[in-house]
Nanobody, 128 residues
Framework: QVQLVESGGGVVRAGGSLSLSCAAS??????????MAWFRQAPGKERELVAV????????YYADSVKGRFTISGDNAKQTVHLQMNDLKSEDTAVYYC???????????????????WGLGTQVTVSS
């Protein structure tokens, strides 16, 4: 069993910052077995991959739209993944989802198919 629970969403003005957290739990979960990712989905748009932290501990992906502004990181002791979001823009408004996937290739981990466990999401709204 793997359970993921996101938190930290809210409303923030453009240019502001927000930090999201994803708490992972379950007997089979460990960062050495799973890669972690953040996705987001805005109304009427497809789900978009934001960032990936691989099972090796390396950050292997950031979407071009968030490079230099967002940072994904993990806390092994707390089994928690974070997404620090700075210089937020209106186009960052979306529901943000945490996802976990078993070891796979980088190409697979850049798609939704690479992840078998998902949180329910947390809303981020950026006002302009």
């Amino acid at each position: 069993q793997v359970q993921l629970v996101e938190s930290g969403g809210g409303v923030v003005r453009a240019g502001g910052s927000l930090s999201l957290s994803c708490a992972a739990s379950g007997r089979t979960f460990s960062f050495s077995r799973y890669s972690m990712a953040w996705f987001r989905q805005a109304p009427g748009k497809e789900r978009e991959l934001v960032a990936v932290l691989s099972w090796s501990g390396d950050v292997i992906y950031y979407a071009d739209s968030v490079k230099g502004r967002f940072t994904i990181s993990g806390d092994n002791a707390k089994q928690t993944v974070h997404l620090q979001m700075n210089d937020l823009k209106s186009e960052d408004t979306a529901v943000y989802y945490c996802a976990a996937g078993l070891k796979s290739t980088n190409s697979v981990l850049r798609t939704s198919r690479g992840y078998g466990h998902w949180g329910l999401g947390t809303q981020v709204t950026v006002s302009s």
